[in-house]
């Protein structure tokens, strides 16, 4: 348990990168779409170098062959519905803004336990509700300083991106055999959502026109942090809790920890704006709930 717990620590660092460079490109002018389509575009030929390297080709593509719109539905829920929206909501607030909302996907996959035969942890789902508490306190203190527009534009998205990861995560886990790994499944999943981001790509360039270099070089870096390595620690994670609900809770619930790392990275790199005592006390009810979640499933 704490290997896992340290894996989903461990990504919810390299994921924080996501909150800030994304902020930061959309500060530099730069398209959210842009911003979304690009970090798996080149997401892909870095994980096409891992598994051919690693000779795991072979069997991913094999697996998808046998149930090809099964892995094309629920990757595109799982990584087109998830960072899409959230890529949208960046361009509406500060880094560590973003990042506290997002972590609605906790209590997000509490709610979803029921869909893969499992009853709702009922405690975890208790202190998950103080996690959502101290996003209604934070967006509160958002209100006072921004328009209603811009409140509904940062909820909204993430609202759909929390319910989007971890359902196309939890789906592809539950069709994926054992045999099949964590780095494999993320590179099953960021190919057949290609679909998604080719649409998404072309949707862009027709709003925006094409991205300039800095945005390149950016959703580069997201790609190798949060895309790769993230993403393949989060999965990792909840691939060795996956039939423990409570346990995968927690592990889920380690994303919290994007907070911290967000807030510090972009305060100190984007000169974000410090949250205001009541955006701290949100902070700090969603921290308290991840720490309860932690003590009540060991």
Known sequence: MKKSLMYGIAGSFFFAFTFILNRSMNLGGGYWMWS???RYLYTMPILLVILWRNRQLKGIWEEIKKQPWIWILWSTVGFG??????SL????????LIASTWQITIVAGVLLTPLFGHK???KNLAFSLLILAGI??????????????DVRMTVLPILVAAFAYPLGNRKMMSHCPPEITA???VFGMTLCSMPFWLAGSVFAWSRAGL???GQHAQSFLVALFSGVTATYLFFKATDMVKQNPRRLALVEATQSA???FTLLGGILLLGDALPSGLGFGGITLILAGMIANSLITR
């Open 36 to 38: 979304a389509s690009l």
């Open 81 to 86: 519905l998830f960072y899409a929206p959230l």
């Open 89 to 96: 909501a960046s361009a509406y607030g500060e880094s560590w």
């Open 120 to 122: 709702i942890p009922v």
């Open 136 to 149: 209604f306190l934070m967006q509160g203190s958002h209100l006072r300083e921004a328009a209603v527009s």
């Open 183 to 185: 780095m494999q499944r």
């Open 211 to 213: 991205p300039d270099m």
């Open 258 to 260: 994007e907070v911290i």
